[in-house]
């Protein structure tokens, strides 16, 4: 089903203040419900293509794999709905389309990327990611993480060896523990959340959450919700001013209305047919 | 190499190089920094930088030497250290550590291979066990923590240990990722000048402050490097700036302005 009435999408990348290339990747397809951040690593220009080939692979392979199949629908093998199935084997995808290139051409010799990738379908949202990019939720005026970073950082905090404000202060914030790409085989972290009419969605690459306190970048989502391409220039340019050391790539989705799957409403005109 | 920063009343006047192991400080022309002010003495200071270090001493000037706002006779030079010579102001910056370019090399986002860390953790293991260290109780994350330096010393050298590490991009960053520098900038506050609050003042000392009224006009004050900002957020009319109305970007505000919003008159001010 489309999803363009009840979704706002608008996604704004830049190199940054220090960085000459971008290595950074956003892509959506408002239509289908899916949206791509991706932060590349590896020398000269094999991040870019690192972040490039994950979030094309993913949106032409979603766009395929939805044509095809309901992703409310529950999977066979798991009685779960389909999302989550569908979601994960265009991730392998992207994963064995970049470790391929990676392994066949020497320039491109260690790339990887960080991936996040939300699917709207059903009032929900289906959130899967690896690495450090990360997903916010804004709703009823409460700003929160949704997904937790597989960093070096994330560890020592859960482990309680360091605390969060120490974290802000570590040398070790680039070091990520799990990336597309970089071996054969990778396990995103998959989970599922209900939307509300309201949510505003803000992915965001280290770019942002580095340079840019979780307090700003919520009061700035909350004060300038109303104009999401102004909100999106205002995040981009908070982290440059406080320094634009990385990439900084934002993509906000606003969930304008409910978006329940076609079931419902075909099972209610059937019943009423009757 | 560490310098200092003249300024008076928060404005930069020069930036010295300590290239010189004496380096004086006073009124009169001789001195390698002369301060042509009468609050400073002939002779009023030196600072003596013996490889990385400096010391900054008083040569018994009439009004003294103030660091950090203490009255110093003899102090050793920190970073960022304020010395206070009358209205003037010299700010010690120590040397600057790896160029931009390095550092940013630093930051860039790499990989922890699991099986380069494995590898890198029971080294790890093994020193600590023969070393008798308490490694017993420590998390896994910890001999991660460890393997992560250790990944990063022997990122080359890994190559026994994993066959693929060639293309292991782990390395440890050699510097801490500085904190990003709040610059110093004069607070911004506006008051309004119409309606039922008239002569309320508001400081703008977040990073962005929103004005109006929602559904009607809004717009948003931003607080950045360069100075304050407006920019329309919302609404089918543009704030206007001293009578002329806003473009789509975001509009500079200088001190005085007055800015009218949803139908209400206030005044931009900096309070320095």
Redesign the interface.
């Known amino acids: 089903m489309d999803l363009t009435h009840a979704l706002e999408i608008v996604s704004s990348t830049d190199p940054g203040m ?2 000459s290339h971008n290595e950074d990747s956003v892509a959506s397809d408002a239509a289908n419900g899916v949206v791509v951040l991706a ?1 590349g ?2 020398g000269y220009n094999a991040g870019e293509v690192a972040s490039g080939m994950a979030t094309t692979v993913i949106v032409t392979e979603m766009q395929q794999a939805l044509a095809g199949a309901q992703p409310h629908q529950p999977d066979p093998q798991t009685q779960q709905p389909m999302a989550a199935r569908i979601v994960r084997e265009q991730v392998l995808k992207a994963n064995t389309s970049i470790y391929q290139a ?1 392994q066949s051409q020497p320039q491109y ?2 790339m ?1 990327t ?1 991936l996040v990738v939300c699917l709207f379908y059903d009032d929900r949202v289906l959130v899967a990611h690896i ?2 990019s990360r997903l916010y939720l804004l709703r009823a005026g409460e700003f929160k993480q949704v997904t937790r970073d597989h960093s ?1 950082l994330q ?2 905090i ?2 309680g ?1 360091i605390t969060p404000e120490q974290a ?12 597309l790409g ?2 054969p085989t990778v396990e995103p972290e998959i989970h599922e959340y209900p939307t509300k009419a309201g949510d505003l969605y803000l992915l965001c690459s ?1 770019g942002l959450c ?2 840019v306190d979780d307090e ?1 970048i919520g ?2 989502l909350q ?2 919700g ?2 999401l391409k ?1 909100c999106a220039q ?1 995040l981009v ?2 982290a440059n ?3 634009g ?2 990439n900084v790539s934002v993509i906000l989705v606003r969930v304008l209305r409910e978006f329940p799957a076609a079931r419902g409403v075909m099972a209610k005109v059937f019943a009423w047919l009757k | 190499m560490a310098k200092l920063i003249l300024s008076m009343d928060g404005l930069v006047l020069k930036e010295i190089p300590l290239s010189k192991e004496r380096t004086t400080i006073g009124r009169k022309p001789h001195n390698d920094i002369q301060i042509d002010n009468l609050a400073v003495s002939g002779e009023h200071a030196v600072i003596v930088t013996i490889l990385n270090d400096s010391f900054l001493e008083d040569l018994g000037s009439t009004n003294g030497t103030v660091v950090n706002g203490n009255p110093i006779k003899k102090h050793f030079l920190q970073n960022n250290d304020v010395v206070e010579l009358g209205k003037y102001k010299l700010k010690f910056v120590a040397e600057a550590a790896a160029p ?1 370019a390095e550092k ?1 090399d ?9 099986s380069a860390m494995k590898a890198a953790a029971e080294q790890a293991k093994a020193m600590a066990a023969a070393g008798g260290a308490a490694a017993g109780q420590a ?1 896994a ?2 001999q ?2 460890a393997a ?1 330096q250790q990944a990063g010393a022997s990122a080359a050298a890994t190559g026994t240990a994993d066959k693929d590490a ?5 390395a ?2 050699a ?3 500085a ?4 610059p110093a900038q004069p607070l911004g506050a506006i008051q309004l000048l119409s309606g039922g609050n008239a002569g309320k003042e508001l400081e703008l000392n ?5 004005l109006g009224k ?1 559904g009607v006009q ?1 717009a ?1 004050l ?1 607080r ?2 360069q100075g304050y900002f407006i ?1 329309h ?2 609404g089918a009319n543009r704030p206007t700036v001293n009578g002329a109305q806003i473009g789509a970007a975001p509009h500079a505000l200088k001190d005085h302005d007055v800015i009218e919003l949803a139908g209400v008159k206030m005044e931009f001010f900096l309070k320095g």
């Open positions: 220090v960085r932060d690593m590896g990676a010799a260690g990887g960080t690495g450090d070096l560890e020592q859960d482990s060896l802000k202060h570590s040398q070790h914030k680039n070091l990520v523990t799990r990336a970089i071996d280290d580095d340079m700003d009061m700035t004060a300038l109303g104009n102004l205002q340019q908070m001013d406080n320094g050391r990385d | 931009a940013a630093f930051e860039k986002t790499m990989v922890l291979r699991p998390a994350v910890a991660r923590a992560v060639k293309s292991a991009p782990a440890a960053p510097a801490a990722a904190a990003p520098a709040r977040k990073p962005l402050t929103t929602p809004v948003v931003t950045r490097p920019t957020v919302e």
